[in-house]
């Protein structure tokens, strides 16, 4: 400003100080750019603990833990680390940090809504797959969970898309509203839906008035798959009289150790004095996918310790059973095959898992199954390891036995066959394509991008360094119709592996002393894979100190 507006500015408004020195003025100045700063400080701090009180707050749902333990045990484990390793200004700059119970539980909610709305716009427009299945969870609420698989970019992404309580029944129609409600209010059109993949209850599976059904008529794109984890358990399940017989046993063996504090104490303390490698056996549950090779194995592991429990129990009778050498050897036999269907459980299980892939493993254990019942007609049990071992300890021989185990392999390949049907071959293409043969029901136009596409040179030396999802991906930028054929194909799930971890973390999260729990919100930040917007979310909302 001009020397004349200022001298005119201080006559008029601030009579006063006309006749002031000038250090007057200067010693003002200071003191307001004094203040200024204080201020701003002062405002830095607070949104920087907001922002630690936000990550704070990820950290707990991420670990499933109570909302109060950010109050109860972070935040003072933390002020001990720094009074000691720091100074007392730093723990002042710590207590200004709010995590009380409310706010930490207001945080989960918006990093939860933020997650959400970072996958619905990646979604938006997009194909996708659903996974959804149905459970009770410890305070006897229904819950209904569907994870996602989608295009995004150059890779498959999976997530959880929602988890909601069923108010009523759930029916089919209930769970159909659910879903459609929620597909409407974030803008997803049906039309993109590519695949559906639920258990075998007749609600999920009906096909006419199912889930599958009701999504079918609003997306005629989708596919209905049956989870192959559960088809596999569904297959291996049925047992001949005898051998049922032996697991009946070792059901009523384990109920009596398990069952009984005193008893199971006792087992232990038995194991620990014969030198055994395992103190207590396991329970049976028929809701347990492991659960029966588990057992099996583990009892057969303590028979000898078992056998001698039960004795000094007085139970002779059942003590008698695990002396028995044809009931030994039965066990073993149980406990090596269902041991086997372990093995290719846990193959079918976890993340990123394709339809091809999954499709062949069960092919193959199909294939194993005839292999075991050619050798067990010569007579040859190596591929039966406890089998063959208890046999050569004791000096048995297995022909007695060999025709219920042969019985029982009969049963097992046609249960496989059923559930299994031998159409892997349909997907070869689609594992390798520059090997196998091109299906019977491509198009003309399709035949000839996949020919143009496997005589590719770059083509062929991108598919090794490439997951199947990306090499495909890539192809239909350049090839369209075959990469979209193939896509479609690789996009549906082919378990429900994902729904049975979700509810094992609604398990965590929902314990008896947080059963009002809505374990929505919760559920989503510990389990998604998307990242909060930590920045974004701080700057839209005001920042307050702790109080």
Partial sequence: MKPT??????????????????????????????????????????????????????????????????????????IDMVSVMLDEASVAKLKTIPVSNDTISRRIHDIANDIEEQLIEKMRGKRFALQVDEATDSNKDSLLIAYVRF?????????????????????????????????????????????ICTDGAQTMAGKRGGLQALIKRVAPKAQWTHCIIH????????????LNDVLS??????????????????????CEEMGADHTAVLFHSEARWL?????????????????LFLQEEGMNELASKFGNEQFLMKLAYLSDIFSKFNQLNLQLQGKDKYLPHLQTKSVHSHRKLELYGRKLEQGITESFENLTNFSKTNKLTESTVIPCFLEHISALRGHFQKYFPDNSAQFDWVRDPFTAPAPDDLSSSEEEQLIEMTSDSSMRLKFPSQTLCEFWLGVEREFP???QKAVEILLPFATSYLCEAGFSAVASLKTKYRSRLNVEHDLRVAISKLQPRFEQICSEKQAHCSH
């Avoid at 009180?53 to 972070?74: D, F, G, P």
């Avoid at 309580?165 to 769970?175: S, W």
């Fill in 249 to 270: 046993e070792v059901v009523i063996a384990v109920n009596y150790i398990k069952t009984r504090p005193l008893k199971a104490r006792l087992f232990s303390a038995l």
């Fill in 481 to 483: 119709l075959i990469g």
């Fill in 291 to 307: 659960s029966r090779g588990k057992v099996l194995s583990r009892v057969f592991e303590l028979r000898e310790q078992i056998q």
């Fill in 5 to 78: 507006k200022l001298r005119r500015h201080i006559e008029s408004m601030h009579p006063n100080y006309v006749q002031k020195p000038i250090e007057f003025f200067k010693r003002k100045l200071d003191q307001y750019r004094g203040q200024q700063s204080r201020f701003v400080k002062a405002t830095t701090a607070t949104a920087k603990a907001q922002l630690a009180s936000y990550k704070i707050a990820y950290r707990v749902a991420q670990c499933k833990k109570s909302h109060t333990i950010a109050e109860e045990l972070i935040l003072p484990a933390a």
């Fill in 151 to 195: 295009v995004d970019l150059e890779s498959l992404n999976e997530d959880l898309l929602f988890c909601k309580y069923i108010p009523k029944r759930a029916t089919a129609d209930e769970l159909f509203k659910i879903i459609d409600s929620y597909l409407t209010e974030a803008g997803i059109n049906w039309e993109d839906c590519l695949g």
């Fill in 231 to 242: 088809r596999e358990a569904l297959a291996s399940r049925p047992l001949s009289p005898t």
